[in-house]
């Protein structure tokens, strides 16, 4: 199984557009969503210095533009791409990119979204004197203790041994001079805390463009990076993306769902190599590509027809059905049989795992087709539970 990846801020650096808009074709659709974001894409993906796309108002929709034009690249008929892609998935703003790319939103409304978002979270970051840095080995749960102890946020797990810390720079300061016991501590160049308490007001602004938003259900399987889930409702999905400007990412768990849906190929989007780096020290039965440059297109085409496999939710029309939000055993409630009527909202069981109870609901309702499980079965994520009949929606 093949899942694409997009990485997040920090991922850029000073002209990595440059071969890339060498393409006339790359370069128009570029210079397309340029129009849309209100910025010169081209210019600070070949021009710009580090300081310049360091601006989180220019580097989140550098972006998100880069990682939507390169599939368009990979997969010249989009449509193409959902009988080879099993999951996408994305780092922090990455994962707009994978939103865009499973059609929970078109591209233009994904450029919107991530201009705006790049805008609140730059505003929220002038606010309070704030920070991240990486905190490198040492064990998980004491690491965890000593940010606790200092008042900090892991605002991204990342993977073994790589949690990173966010918060005000005089806590970062107290953290610097009390490590964690075997622990390195990197700063990180970043404007702010990003995914903490302190981008709340990113957040309530970022709720109200959401509003605005139409969606559609993925056409993949889509790994939420607040939690590892597979989120198969887009208004949740877009929820997730306003929501988590403010929560962690839990990078360390999309991989394991990664691992429980059995992916064997990893291909990361440009500007590529740090999904991927990480991938390779936590995944290591799993094989990746960094696409960083377009004379890597033939071999990422090849990549792509050696992982690639028709995604579960492509079989069928997504939206007749409700799928495992995780790894786990499932288990019905409420009776229902075939031709079962259900309201918008209504929970159909439960899947249970060794970390949760996560509901399986109905959320735009209908009538019951069939079941594709039975109760007390094991299902992975993604996996068809019930099919169900839009028309006798209520």
């Given at each position: 199984m093949l899942v694409i990846v997009a990485p997040g801020q920090g991922a850029q650096t000073p002209g990595f557009l440059a071969p890339w808009v060498e393409d006339p074709a790359f370069a128009d659709r570029l210079r397309w969503l340029s129009a849309v974001s209100g910025l010169d894409l081209e210019?600070?993906?070949?021009?710009?210095?580090?300081?310049?796309?360091?601006?989180?108002?220019?580097?989140?929709?550098?972006?998100?533009?880069?990682?939507?034009?390169?599939?368009?690249?990979?997969?010249?008929?989009?449509a193409d791409a959902f009988g080879r892609v099993g999951a996408v998935a994305g780092h922090s703003v990455g994962e707009i990119t994978a939103a865009a790319g499973?059609?929970?939103m078109s591209a233009e409304q994904a450029m919107v979204f991530v201009r705006e978002r790049g805008r609140a979270m730059a505003e929220a970051a002038e606010r309070t004197p704030t920070?991240?840095?990486?905190?490198?080995?040492?064990?998980r749960d004491a690491v965890l203790a000593k940010l606790a102890d200092h008042g900090l946020t892991p605002a991204n797990e990342n993977g073994p041994g790589q949690v990173v810390a966010a918060g005000t720079m005089e806590q970062l300061a107290a953290l610097d001079a009390d490590p964690p016991e075997k622990a390195r501590l990197r700063p990180l160049q970043v404007a702010g805390a990003f995914h903490t308490e302190h981008m709340q007001s990113a957040v309530e602004t970022l709720?109200?463009?959401?509003?605005a938003i139409s969606t559609h259900d993925p056409r993949t399987a889509m790994i939420s990076n607040r939690d590892g889930q597979v989120v198969h409702d887009g208004r949740?999905?877009?929820?997730?993306?306003?929501?988590?400007?403010?929560?962690?990412?839990?990078?360390?768990?999309?991989?394991?769902?990664?691992?429980?849906?059995?992916?064997?190929?990893?291909?990361?989007?440009?500007?590529?190599?740090?999904?991927?780096?990480?991938?390779?020290r936590a995944m290591p039965d799993v094989e990746t590509f960094a696409l960083k440059t377009p004379d890597q297109l033939d071999d990422a085409r090849e990549f792509v027809d050696k992982h690639g496999t028709a995604s579960l939710l492509d079989t069928a029309p997504t939206w007749r059905l409700l799928v495992?939000?995780?790894?786990?055993?499932?288990?019905?409630?409420?009776?229902?049989?075939?031709?079962?009527m259900l309201r918008p909202g209504t929970a159909v069981g439960a899947v249970h795992s060794l970390r949760d109870s996560l509901p399986v609901v109905a959320p735009h309702g209908g009538s019951i087709v069939e079941w594709l499980v039975e109760d007390g079965d094991l299902v992975s994520p993604g996996q068809p539970i019930v099919r169900l009949h839009p028309e006798a929606q209520l």
């Open positions: 210019h600070y993906g070949t021009k710009a210095d580090a300081e310049t796309i360091r601006d989180t108002a220019v580097a989140q929709p550098l972006l998100v533009a880069s990682g939507l034009v390169a599939a368009l690249a990979v997969f010249p008929h989009p499973a059609r929970v920070g991240m840095t990486a905190v490198l080995g040492g064990d709720a109200t463009y959401a509003r949740e999905v877009l929820s997730r993306l306003v929501g988590q400007v403010s929560s962690p990412v839990r990078w360390d768990v999309c991989m394991q769902t990664m691992t429980d849906l059995g992916v064997t190929g990893m291909l990361e989007m440009p500007p590529a190599g740090t999904l991927t780096g990480i991938a390779r495992s939000p995780a790894k786990g055993t499932f288990h019905a409630t409420g009776g229902h049989e075939p031709g079962s």
